[in-house]
């Protein structure tokens, strides 16, 4: 392994968060040419996740940084319609497959996920027995009839332990980790599979790459999403190994750095660093899924925000409540919101406030969340700090009616 220069450039924590929030599409003048499709290409990851509240989290992502782009335009903007097998198909502008987590993928990474599909084929364990002839009955049915759910499969099964997995919902999601298969779609947040050789264009449509290759591709790619981070922070973006990434920091196209106050060494996309990060803040709510602060450690380092998602703290232990979205304003998370949706009203069932400071922010955030999901009223039920509910509330007020008019 080739040694790593010493670090060249000292950033102050800052100069590190300023280059951070531009890396992500959220500090200067957000390209709404591209729209969804170039967020997701500038972000490489768009993780998935079955809690809807305010919106689901991927169509969450593209709203933070682009304001209230309508809804359907998002999902359209991720999923190219199917279209029956006998025809020619519209060549994808994404995939799913396990990232971060289960994330929307820009399609042209599809190559560099081989080592990852490898990886799965060689796995010598797994949670669920597959059952004989169901992973052949699969990829059959699907060249045949696809592109299908697990339910136009068959292999829906209605139970209380989702764990609890039909054969062929086992085989078809076996074929996905493997690669044969691909989700090239989410129908009522359902996986639509189809075969990766009729849905993967076909230049793309390859494992030559080595396991090193794909990694290292992914280490720079996640380099420039992050504009700066720690070696821990680079490989939870893809969840890489670290021996991994250390085989490949070297000749990623990535340069050392430190961070005043950072414990550890840190590492920045030599493009982050030629311009000073300069524009406009964006003021908006966040999901808890948000690459931005997907990683509580480094969302502490960053911001010195602590943030913990309670959906699943069991409700008298929560703090902040069910699905608590930080507030980004100014370059800072400033509170957080946990919302609702009622018919005509976005509810804010519970609202953190770091102090009076705070207050137009979130008020500004909640009105631009309420005219996204076409609610025209908002009701603040509860505001820690007490001390701040009617400044809250009076300022929500005056923000409703200013954007009515």
Same mark, same amino acid.
């Given at each position: 392994?080739?040694?790593?220069p010493?670090?060249?450039?000292?950033l $102050?924590?800052?100069?590190?968060?300023r280059?951070i929030?531009?890396?992500?599409?959220?500090?200067g003048?957000?390209d709404?040419?591209?729209g969804?499709?170039?967020?997701?290409?500038?972000?490489g990851?768009i993780?998935?996740d079955?809690?809807?509240?305010?919106a689901?989290?991927?169509?969450l992502?593209?709203?933070a940084?682009?304001g209230?782009?309508?809804?359907?335009?998002?999902?359209?903007?991720?999923?190219t @319609?199917?279209?029956p097998?006998? $025809?020619?198909? $519209?060549?994808?502008?994404?995939?799913e497959?396990?990232?971060? +987590? +289960?994330?929307?993928?820009?399609?042209?990474? *599809?190559?560099?996920?081989?080592?990852?599909?490898?990886?799965y084929?060689?796995?010598?364990? *797994?949670?669920h027995?597959?059952?004989? #002839? !169901?992973?052949?009955?699969?990829?059959?049915?699907?060249?045949a009839?696809g592109?299908?759910t697990?339910?136009?499969?068959g292999?829906?099964?209605?139970?209380?332990? *989702? =764990?609890? =997995?039909?054969?062929?919902?086992v085989?078809?999601?076996?074929?996905?980790?493997? #690669?044969?298969?691909?989700?090239?779609?989410?129908?009522g947040?359902?996986?639509?599979?189809?075969?990766?050789e009729?849905?993967?264009?076909?230049?793309l449509?390859?494992?030559d790459?080595?396991?090193?290759?794909?990694?290292?591709?992914?280490?720079?790619l +996640?380099?420039? !999403?992050?504009?700066?981070?720690t070696?821990?922070?680079?490989?939870?973006?893809?969840?890489?190994?670290?021996?991994?990434v250390?085989?490949?920091? !070297?000749?990623?196209?990535?340069?050392?750095?430190?961070v005043?106050? *950072?414990?550890?060494?840190?590492?920045?996309?030599?493009?982050?660093?030629?311009t000073?990060?300069r524009?406009?803040h964006?003021?908006t709510?966040?999901s @808890?899924?948000?690459?931005?602060? =997907?990683?509580?450690?480094?969302t502490?380092r960053?911001?010195g925000? $602590?943030h913990?998602?309670e959906?699943?703290?069991?409700k008298?232990?929560?703090?902040h409540?069910?699905?608590?979205?930080?507030?980004?304003?100014?370059g800072?998370l400033?509170?957080?919101?946990?919302?609702?949706r009622?018919?005509?009203?976005?509810?804010?069932k519970?609202?953190?406030l770091?102090?009076?400071?705070?207050?137009?922010a979130?008020?500004? +955030?909640?009105?631009e969340?309420?005219? =996204?999901?076409?609610?025209?009223?908002?009701?603040?039920e509860?505001?820690?700090?007490?001390?701040?509910?009617?400044?809250?509330?009076?300022?929500?007020?005056r923000?409703?009616?200013t954007?009515?008019?």
């Amino acid at each position: 392994m080739t040694p790593l220069p010493p670090p060249t450039t000292t950033l $102050t924590p800052d100069e590190a968060r300023r280059i951070i929030l531009r890396a992500q599409g959220l500090l200067g003048t957000p390209d709404r040419r591209s729209g969804v499709r170039g967020t997701l290409r500038h972000l490489g990851a768009i993780q998935l996740d079955t809690i809807s509240v305010l919106a689901r989290s991927h169509e969450l992502i593209p709203y933070a940084r682009l304001g209230a782009v309508g809804r359907t335009t998002v999902e359209s903007a991720y999923w190219t @319609p199917t279209t029956p097998a006998k $025809t020619t198909p $519209t060549p994808p502008h994404a995939f799913e497959y396990w990232s971060h +987590a +289960a994330c929307i993928l820009p399609i042209e990474e *599809w190559p560099h996920f081989a080592f990852r599909r490898r990886a799965y084929r060689n796995r010598p364990h *797994w949670n669920h027995d597959l059952p004989t #002839g !169901a992973y052949t009955q699969v990829l059959d049915q699907l060249r045949a009839e696809g592109p299908l759910t697990a339910t136009d499969l068959g292999g829906a099964k209605k139970t209380s332990d *989702w =764990w609890d =997995w039909s054969g062929t919902k086992v085989a078809v999601e076996r074929a996905l980790m493997y #690669g044969e298969v691909v989700c090239v779609e989410r129908r009522g947040w359902k996986r639509v599979y189809d075969l990766a050789e009729r849905a993967i264009p076909q230049p793309l449509l390859h494992d030559d790459l080595t396991d090193r290759e794909c990694v290292r591709r992914l280490v720079r790619l +996640a380099g420039e !999403a992050l504009g700066v981070g720690t070696k821990a922070d680079i490989a939870d973006y893809h969840r890489l190994k670290s021996d991994q990434v250390d085989d490949v920091l !070297a000749d990623s196209g990535l340069i050392p750095v430190t961070v005043d106050g *950072w414990p550890k060494p840190a590492w920045a996309d030599p493009k982050a660093l030629e311009t000073t990060p300069r524009g406009r803040h964006r003021t908006t709510l966040l999901s @808890p899924f948000d690459s931005l602060i =997907w990683d509580r450690a480094r969302t502490e380092r960053v911001f010195g925000f $602590t943030h913990r998602l309670e959906a699943y703290v069991p409700k008298p232990k929560r703090v902040h409540g069910y699905f608590a979205m930080p507030v980004l304003a100014g370059g800072r998370l400033v509170g957080r919101v946990d919302p609702a949706r009622e018919p005509g009203t976005l509810v804010a069932k519970q609202v953190s406030l770091d102090g009076p400071k705070a207050v137009p922010a979130v008020a500004q +955030a909640l009105i631009e969340a309420a005219s =996204w999901v076409d609610r025209m009223d908002i009701r603040v039920e509860r505001v820690d700090p007490p001390s701040l509910q009617d400044a809250l509330a009076k300022e929500t007020r005056r923000a409703l009616i200013t954007a009515l008019r």
